[in-house]
């Protein structure tokens, strides 16, 4: 560790890493500037992932300030990812945050901000407060909710994303101020089908990222077909982080399709009545459905069968028993009770992993 600060090196230059630089929030123009331009003559809006509350203790602010971080006296401070936790609580560090990332939305038209905090609190002491060091936890929150309440009454169109560890803030307090959770590191489509059933016990599927990435995984190894990674995220805010370049041309038409898909059936994801029709749990056949007016979407997915669960053909929820409801692919038509008391077979071939997805219409002559 450095005792003193770089001299000649403009803020955020030295960022090219995870071990300097985190913290001194002041544009490296040779970079982020015309990464910006580029995407503007694309159409492509422009967004930010920024870790406010952490610091490497090698840049300048720590430097300038090693008492604004989270320590005990009299104690080592133990990094993790090479950072330390600012502490929040302290009113100059909050109001140092807020200010920042005002100059930063506004001046270079941000539209989108990622707000991530990766790591947990070590040494989680504030030493001037003494006894009352207690507070530390709840006034770092509350100064946190701070920032961002200022940051989106100041910029009512920008859009922010919570992550913290993958989904360690996925909380109701998080959401009443953030349009988006990252629920996850882990992008495997077989291990999101938990993730996700966990995430829609009590939050809505509009507010998850679910992307779909390459195959094998990067970080399992497993391999999934397209169709079922995507299905798995249409179950979500879909968004692709697989490295295209790579990806075949028939990859990339098959991905186009299920983009467009996607889009027919989005305002049902996102802002229908959730059902969730078998756990992954329980099954090896997992469902959940989506009601929103006369629409339905129901997205089945199988794993390959292990531990001796059954196949469990899911019923459907929320219907009218008396309505008669259309695919409006096929044009097939299904009783509202047959639905309701027997579920849908849905033709998922070969035995490893295979989706499927039904987008239903309620017939307007039918039902109560």
């Known amino acids: 560790m450095r005792n003193t600060v770089r001299k000649n090196a403009r803020p955020f230059d030295t960022r090219v890493g995870d071990?300097?630089?985190?913290?001194?929030?002041?544009?490296?123009?040779?970079?982020?500037?015309?990464?910006?331009?580029?995407?503007?003559?694309?159409?492509?809006?422009?967004?930010?992932?920024?870790?406010?509350?952490?610091?490497?203790?090698?840049?300048?602010?720590?430097?300038?300030?090693?008492?604004?971080?989270v320590h005990m006296a009299h104690r080592g401070r133990t990094t993790l990812l090479n950072q330390l936790v600012l502490n929040f609580a302290r009113p100059e560090v909050s109001d140092w945050a807020r200010k920042?990332?005002?100059?930063?939305?506004?001046?270079?038209?941000?539209?989108?901000?990622?707000?991530?905090?990766?790591?947990?609190?070590?040494?989680?002491?504030?030493?001037?407060?003494?006894?009352?060091?207690?507070?530390?936890?709840?006034?770092?929150?509350?100064a946190v909710y701070g920032v961002m309440d200022h940051l989106r009454a100041d910029h009512p169109t920008l859009r922010i994303q919570a992550c913290a560890g993958g989904g360690g803030r996925t909380d109701l307090g998080i959401l009443a101020r953030t349009d988006e959770i990252w629920a996850s590191d882990n992008t495997d489509a077989a291990d999101r089908l938990t993730i996700r059933h966990g995430y829609g016990q009590l939050l809505p599927a509009g507010t998850m990222a679910a992307w779909v990435t390459d195959s094998p995984n990067p970080l399992t190894g497993r391999d999934a077909p397209l169709e079922f990674r995507f299905h798995v995220a249409m179950a979500g805010v879909l968004g692709l982080g697989g490295?295209?370049?790579?990806?075949?041309?028939?990859?990339?038409?098959?991905?186009?399709?299920?983009?467009?898909?996607?889009?027919?059936?989005?305002?049902?994801?996102?802002?229908?009545?959730?059902?969730?029709?078998?756990?992954?749990?329980?099954?090896?056949?997992?469902?959940?459905?989506?009601?929103?007016?006369?629409?339905?979407?129901?997205?089945?997915?199988?794993?390959?069968?292990?531990?001796?669960?059954?196949?469990?053909?899911?019923?459907?929820?929320?219907?009218?028993?008396?309505?008669?409801?259309?695919?409006?692919?096929?044009?097939?038509?299904?009783?509202?009770?047959?639905?309701?008391s027997h579920g849908l077979e849905v033709a998922l071939p070969g035995s490893g992993y295979a989706s499927a997805l039904v987008h239903l219409r309620l017939d307007p002559a039918s039902g109560n």
Not at 249 to 276: C, M
Request: charged share 25%.
């Open 243 to 340: 490295d295209l370049s790579h990806w075949t041309a028939e990859d990339l038409a098959e991905a186009a399709t299920l983009v467009a898909r996607y889009k027919e059936i989005r305002p049902v994801v996102q802002h229908g009545q959730a059902y969730r029709l078998a756990g992954p749990a329980s099954s090896a056949l997992t469902a959940v459905q989506f009601v929103l007016g006369g629409d339905v979407v129901a997205l089945f997915w199988r794993r390959p069968a292990d531990y001796g669960r059954p196949l469990v053909t899911p019923r459907f929820a929320g219907l009218d028993p008396a309505g008669r409801y259309r695919d409006v692919n096929s044009g097939v038509a299904h009783h509202g009770a047959v639905l309701l």
């Open 100 to 142: 920042w990332l005002d100059r930063l939305v506004a001046e270079h038209a941000i539209d989108y901000l990622k707000w991530d905090m990766n790591r947990a609190f070590t040494e989680a002491g504030w030493p001037e407060r003494g006894d009352d060091a207690s507070r530390l936890w709840i006034d770092h929150v509350r």
């Open 19 to 69: 071990s300097a630089g985190l913290g001194d929030w002041t544009v490296n123009t040779g970079r982020a500037q015309p990464a910006g331009r580029r995407g503007a003559r694309h159409g492509i809006r422009f967004g930010l992932w920024v870790e406010p509350e952490m610091v490497n203790p090698d840049s300048d602010l720590y430097h300038a300030h090693p008492e604004w971080t």
